[in-house]
């Protein structure tokens, strides 16, 4: 299995809601990243766990909550967002967690958000 | 902070014409990716350097990485519609592998 799976595809919610995307991955992969892309611009980094702690925050607003529970998991949980918030948000996993390592990342296929 | 400069921004060309993607970064790359991305959709990787003067090739695209580390060049040989999408360049800053940026992104449309 090589596959990062990303929960929902698309989602639709308004600035009152408290939603949930998550990101799953059975390789074994110890380094997990939140990354988010808006339209015609390159993925921006978010969040990044190593052994299941989060090891980087690029100043990401707190109505962002990520969580990763076990090894294979991943959530972002959202609450109070804005419509700026509208984009597609990346889950990607890399087998080695240290931060020498240089391993390829496996991207999901995303989540596209939309906040009313 | 590391800064990528790709180019160019967009590329039109033929199928069957060759063509070149460059990336250019403010500092020195300890880890240079090619990731070709499809609208709407998640990054699929193409290829991983790291060492100055490395090359590597997969099928009909070539990326290389220059002696100081610090451009890589993505080559398209005979380009077919299938090839079309955005290219994105990713470094990683040293000591911090973890932690991957991307470069604005080369969008290609490869005209039948």
């Known amino acids: 299995d090589t596959e990062v799976t990303q929960t929902p595809k698309h989602l639709v919610m308004g600035m009152t809601n408290k939603k949930s995307l998550k990101c799953e991955q059975h390789?074994?992969?110890?380094?997990m990243y939140w990354y988010k892309q808006k339209a015609k611009k390159p993925p921006e980094l978010m969040f990044v766990?190593?052994?299941?702690?989060?090891?980087i925050n690029e100043s990401v607003p707190s109505r962002f909550s990520p969580e990763c529970p076990n090894s294979s998991l991943l959530n972002l949980h959202l609450h109070a967002l804005q419509p700026e918030d509208s984009a597609l948000y990346l889950c990607?996993?890399?087998?080695?967690?240290?931060?020498?390592?240089?391993?390829?990342?496996?991207f999901g296929e995303g989540s596209r958000l939309t906040v009313l | 902070s590391q800064e990528l400069e790709q180019s160019p921004q967009s590329l039109i060309v033929q199928e069957g014409k060759n063509l070149t993607i460059n990336c250019t970064s403010s500092k020195t790359l300890y880890g240079l990716y090619w990731y070709k991305q499809k609208y709407g959709e998640g990054l699929i990787f193409l290829m991983m350097?790291?060492?100055?003067?490395e090359e590597k090739s997969h099928e009909k695209i070539t990326a290389k990485l220059d002696e100081k580390k610090q451009q890589s060049s993505l080559h398209i040989t005979a380009s077919q519609p299938s090839h079309a999408g955005i290219y994105l360049c990713g470094a990683a800053k040293y000591n911090a592998g973890n932690m991957l940026t991307f470069g604005g992104g080369t969008r290609l449309m490869v005209k039948p």
């Open positions: 766990y190593s052994y299941e702690k989060l090891s």
């Open positions: 350097l790291q060492k100055g003067g």
């Open positions: 390789m074994g992969h110890r380094a």
């Open positions: 990607a996993s890399r087998s080695g967690a240290g931060p020498s390592n240089t391993g390829e990342l496996f």
